[in-house]
């Protein structure tokens, strides 16, 4: 170390003399400040919990009640318990772990806010969670639903939401997850399944044939007086019907033998596991991620299940293009009139149709079964309209030995069973929630162009909906479970059972009484609008006709009172199988 000393000496500085401030050089200097301003881990960790408080503070205040980052929206009520920067995360991880149920905790949120203020609260609320977008807006009307479904129907699709959470499983050309060209073109091709002519042929006939196989069954079962889960019933109804009219593939889950009903389906169990998973992906961003880790079951049983759906959908696939091959295929495929043949025609490949069968399968087979088993579950504590089912059965379809099987055409003589039908999906909706990404900032306004009509069909109401404001990438939501059971749109007596309001007189004699699809909107509306909703009225008035006229269903009454059913959280509304309801058959009285 040399330098120049303040006192005069000169020559080296011995090794153990102090510092003399002021006489090194600059570098030594800078060294020693540094020294001087080294901190132990504590003090950095001090340090650093002090600045992220700050920080934390400064946010909290800024996003008082709404997640980081989400833009404020004052006009709109948020769903209570949002707390500073997580917003109503803790809402929804409730939901989604189960502890809530989302449909109620929906419903529960909607009726809280409308009665506040004296019945004149919000219909739109708000919630803000790390999904969806950020921001959920959920817009339980019928003039928001129009201007989302109709007025600005492009701005509103099903985007990566629905790619990321079913892709995976019903592909991303299916029609429940594709937008624009390709969902239009999905659409055209299978609308033509649903024409009157193949309503009056194919489809009746397919219909018919398993009536007959669903009689054999109940007969034997009577016979045996053993036990069935309803629910179970009737999704094999649906299965086997739907892949021999859309599909001319006969897979035989309906058996006339009480005995097979012990083996499960393993194509439905595998459909039923994807499909809660698939739901719970909506709403918890991380479950997709989680599902890839190796150790992780629910991954690894969604892996398996798509498997096994891949299988089943390929065997019949297969099945199909090799039959072409050959020149065997005939009768409806031939015809052009199923839909795995439009298809086909189309010039689909093996790989592309895939999505096509998955897609129809879920729409075909869950909505109008879980209908049933709840249409049934009402009809237990209600004989007066089990009366009235059977009254008009008997006299369109004849009684006895000389009954037939429902027609097509007959469901216009049989108003009362239609009803009955509708009734069962306002109140039970077989999709009972639905979500649209925005795809452009917008303001939803109840009042805009074209309301007046959808106006004059609602009931008086107290409220003036305000302009909802959304921004891109971020979500709305509506849930037809909810909006069935507020008086403001249904009237005081929403929550019961009644088939009569679907019913009017015209021309002296009782028919159905159309609402507007905004309204009654569990078939959806606007472009978007269920493809099958006659197949299903047709299909489920069907079912419901056959069973009254032949058979009594006995109930348990005790147990239904002390344990109902109640629904699972699902992308459809099945009856959660810890609840699901058994009955045996009785030949009718
Ligand atoms: C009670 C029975 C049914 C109900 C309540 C129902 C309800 C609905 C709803 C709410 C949607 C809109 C779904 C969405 O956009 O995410 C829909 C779409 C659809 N439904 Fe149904 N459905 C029923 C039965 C059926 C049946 C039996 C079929 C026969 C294949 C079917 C075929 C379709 C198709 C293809 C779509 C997609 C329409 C599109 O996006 O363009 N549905 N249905």
């Excluded at 007025?151 to 939401?161: I, P």
């Excluded at 959470?165 to 091709?189: C, E, S, T, Y």
């Excluded at 869950?366 to 709840?374: E, I, K, P, S, V």
């Excluded at 109902?564 to 992308?571: F, G, H, M, N, Q």
Aim: neutral net charge; proline residues 6%; aromatic residues 10%.
């Amino acid at each position: 170390m040399s330098g120049q000393c303040p006192l005069g000496f000169k020559g080296q500085m011995p090794a153990a003399h102090p510092p003399v401030p002021g006489m090194f050089r600059s570098d030594v200097h800078r060294v020693s400040l540094l020294e001087s301003l080294r901190l132990d881990w504590k003090d950095w960790a001090m340090f650093s919990l002090d600045g992220l408080f700050v920080v934390l503070v400064l946010l909290a205040l800024a996003y008082p009640k709404r997640l980081v980052f989400t833009h404020a929206r004052k006009s709109v009520p948020t769903i209570a318990g949002a707390l500073p920067l997580i917003g109503n995360t803790l809402w929804i991880l409730r939901c989604s772990t189960g502890k809530d149920k989302l449909l109620d905790a929906i419903l529960r949120e909607q009726r809280n806010e409308l009665d506040r203020a004296d019945g004149q609260g919000n219909f739109p609320l708000t919630a803000t969670f790390p999904a969806l977008g950020g921001r959920i807006t959920v817009l339980n009307h019928p003039l928001y639903i129009a201007h989302v479904q109709k007025t600005n129907f492009e701005n509103y699709v099903k985007g990566s939401l629905f790619r990321n959470a079913m892709g995976d499983v019903l592909g991303l050309h299916g029609i429940f997850v594709a937008d624009g060209d390709v969902w239009k073109r999905q659409r055209k091709m299978a609308s033509h399944i649903f024409s009157v002519a193949n309503f009056n042929s194919h489809i009746q006939t397919t219909v018919h044939h398993d009536l007959g196989k669903l009689d054999k069954l109940l007969g034997a079962l009577a016979s045996s007086g053993r036990r069935v889960e309803l629910q179970d019933l009737f999704f094999r109804f649906t299965l086997d019907t739907f892949t021999t009219m859309a599909f001319s593939a006969d897979i035989d889950c309906l058996p006339t033998d009480p005995a097979a009903l012990e083996k499960s389906v393993e194509f439905a169990v595998a459909f039923d596991s994807t499909q809660s998973i698939m739901d719970n992906r909506f709403v918890d961003p991380l479950k997709g991620v989680l599902e890839y880790l190796p150790w992780n079951a629910q991954g690894r049983k969604m892996r398996d299940s798509i498997r096994r759906l891949k299988r089943f959908c390929y065997a019949t696939i297969d099945k199909r293009i090799e039959a072409r091959e050959k020149g065997t295929a005939g009768g409806a495929e031939k015809g052009g009139k199923d839909l795995l043949e439009l298809f086909i025609q189309q010039g689909l490949s093996r790989e592309e149709l895939l999505p096509v069968v998955l897609n129809f399968i879920i729409a075909g087979r869950d909505t109008t079964a879980q209908t049933l088993a709840w249409l049934f579950w009402e009809l237990a504590t209600k004989p007066d309209v089990v009366a009235k089912l059977r009254a008009e059965a008997d006299e369109v379809l004849g009684a006895g030995d000389d009954a037939r099987p429902m027609n097509y055409d007959d469901l216009k003589q049989m108003p009362y069973t239609h009803a009955t039908f509708y009734e069962a999906s306002r109140l039970h909706p077989a999709v009972p929630k639905n979500v649209k990404q925005v795809v452009a900032d917008d303001v939803i306004r109840p009042y805009g162009p074209g309301s007046a009509e959808l106006l004059a069909a609602l009931p008086e109401q107290k409220q003036r909906l305000p302009d909802v404001i959304v921004k891109k990438g971020e979500s709305v939501v509506w849930a037809d479970y909810a909006m069935a059971r507020l008086p403001e749109l249904w009237g005081a007596d929403c929550c019961e059972f009644k088939p009569e309001r679907f019913l009017e007189e015209k021309d002296g004699r009782q028919s159905i009484k159309t609402f507007s699809p905004f309204i009654f909107h569990s078939f959806n509306a606007g472009p978007r609008l269920c493809l099958g909703q006659t197949l299903a009225t047709y299909e489920g008035a069907a079912v419901t006709a056959q069973i009254l006229r032949s058979f009594d269903v006995v109930y348990d009454h005790e147990k239904l009172r002390a344990k109902p059913p109640v629904y699972a959280d699902s992308l459809t509304h099945p009856i959660d199988p810890a609840f699901v309801y058994h009955v045996s058959f009785k030949p009718r009285a």
